[in-house]
């Protein structure tokens, strides 16, 4: 990659990673519905303006009913819980397990998509769960209150987002990448739109939870989704998905400086076990990465 696209890889993966840290300070003010929808509407707000610029609305029209149910699996269902899950658990830990989405995807192209499964990749998938499994068992509480419904959530979250990729790479091959996040946020707004009403908040949030969720809908929801789309189009979309090994260091720096959130080493080790089983599962190590469409890269990325 060029120096320019390295340094995008970064800011992106700083700004999804800072995407945790937004979400633990708004959630207590807004509540994970209302939260999510303003994310979502906001991001919204950004991209479908956009698409409109480049003259790309039509396609947004086009595949509306596919692109809405992608709308529900990457960004609505995903984004409510991960909001969730901040109540209970830190930035760093949620994005430590966002980071077994590619996990989850590969799993559900094997049996969706009849993709290919070496035993090398078996092997990382097994080892990647392992590292999964490792960190819940050891963070998991189960007395009231406790933060095994949290992760409980965070793994349903990384599920719905590792179904979006084949969904996307069966409904929406060769549509732009940009309108299926454009309309995916609108139909994920018009999704949450009744419940946010019924979930607002009795107390007014304050400035810094506004704050908070206008640099969650417009930086870490909308911005880092034109940034990934410039990393699919200048460096393609197997440099692009590197994000994922760094956001996770951004939630846990992110978390750690402003929040003094703290790590422990069990939960490292099982973050370096998910990087490895990732890695080979994906075809990053040991394999070659086969190619796929833009628009099926895109879905499962957005945090």
């Not at 086009?62 to 995903?78: C, K, M, Q, T």
């Not at 304050?206 to 990934?228: D, P, Q």
């Amino acid at each position: 990659m060029r120096p320019r696209d390295i340094a995008e890889l970064i800011a992106l993966a700083a700004l999804w990673g800072g995407s945790f840290l937004f979400m633990r300070v708004a959630v207590p003010a807004f509540g994970p519905i209302t939260l999510v929808f303003l994310r979502v509407a906001g991001a919204a707000l950004l991209l479908v303006a956009l698409l409109a610029a480049r003259g790309e609305l039509a396609a947004v029209r086009e595949h509306w009913r596919a692109i809405a149910i992608v709308g529900l699996v990457n960004s609505a269902v995903p984004f409510l819980c991960f909001a969730y899950a901040a109540q209970s658990i830190n930035a760093g830990l949620s994005a430590i397990f966002n980071s077994a989405t590619p996990l989850f995807a590969a799993v559900v192209a094997w049996l969706w998509l009849d993709d290919r499964m070496t035993p090398l990749r078996v092997a990382g998938l097994a080892i990647g769960f392992t590292g999964v499994l490792w960190i819940g068992a050891d963070k998991a509480d189960f007395r009231p209150g406790g933060s095994a419904w949290a992760i409980g959530a965070c793994l349903l979250g990384t599920m719905s987002y590792g179904i979006a990729p084949s969904l996307a790479k069966r409904r929406l091959t060769g549509v732009a990448p940009l309108a299926v996040a454009a309309g995916s946020q609108v139909a994920a707004a018009i999704f949450l739109a009744v419940p946010a009403v019924l979930a607002w908040p009795a107390l007014a949030p304050s400035t810094n939870a506004w704050l908070m969720m206008g640099l969650l809908a417009f930086l870490g929801t909308g911005l880092a989704y034109v940034l990934y789309f410039r990393l699919i189009a200048n460096a393609g979309p197997a440099n692009a998905v590197a994000v994922t090994y760094l956001i996770p260091i951004f939630a846990v720096a992110w978390g750690g400086i402003f929040l003094g959130e703290r790590l422990t080493l069990t939960v490292v080790a099982g973050c370096l076990v998910i990087f490895i089983g990732t890695a080979l599962a994906t075809g990053v190590v040991g394999a070659r990465r086969l190619h796929r469409p833009a628009s099926a890269d895109a879905i499962g990325a957005g945090r």
